[in-house]
Nanobody, 119 residues
Framework: QVQLVESGGGLVQPGGSLRLSCAAS????????MGWYRQAPGKQRELVAT???????NYADSVKGRFTISRDNTKNTIDLQMDSLKPEDTAVYYC?????????????WGQGTQVTVSS
C-alpha cells in the first residue's frame, strides 16, 4: 500500500520560514514525480512545486524564488523549504506522487498539513 506522510506545517509570521517533509513508500518513490499542492479555503487545489526522478523542478509562479523543493532518493523523502512566507500562502499543503508511462498511471495524495501565515 502506497503511503505519503507529510509533516512540518504550523503557524508562522509573514516573512518567516517553514520546511515541509513528505515520506513516501519506497515502491512508489523510485518511479514517481513527486510534488506539493495546496488548497486554501474556498479555492481549488493548486500546484506548488514538482520534482521528477532525475531532479527536474517546476514551480508555480507565485512561489518562484521563495520556495525550494528537494528530493532525497536514499530516504524516499521530499522537502519543501518555504521562505519569505506571505499570508496568501496559508493553505493545507498536500504531498503528491504521479506515475506515468511506462509505468501504470497512478496518483496518490497525503493527508495534508496546515500552513498558516499570520501575525
Amino acid at each position: 500500500q502506497v503511503q505519503l506522510v507529510e509533516s512540518g506545517g504550523g503557524l508562522v509570521q509573514p516573512g518567516g520560514s517553514l520546511r515541509l517533509s513528505c515520506a513516501a513508500s519506497r515502491s512508489i518513490f523510485s518511479i514517481a514525480t513527486m510534488g506539493w499542492y495546496r488548497q486554501a479555503p474556498g479555492k481549488q487545489r493548486e500546484l506548488v512545486a514538482t520534482i521528477t526522478r532525475s531532479g527536474m523542478r517546476n514551480y508555480a509562479d507565485s512561489v518562484k524564488g521563495r520556495f525550494t523543493i528537494s528530493r532525497d532518493n536514499t530516504k524516499n523523502t521530499i522537502d519543501l523549504q518555504m521562505d519569505s512566507l506571505k499570508p496568501e500562502d496559508t493553505a493545507v499543503y498536500y504531498c503528491n506522487s504521479e506515475t506515468s508511462f511506462p509505468y501504470a498511471p497512478r496518483t496518490y495524495w497525503g493527508q495534508g498539513t496546515q500552513v498558516t501565515v499570520s501575525s
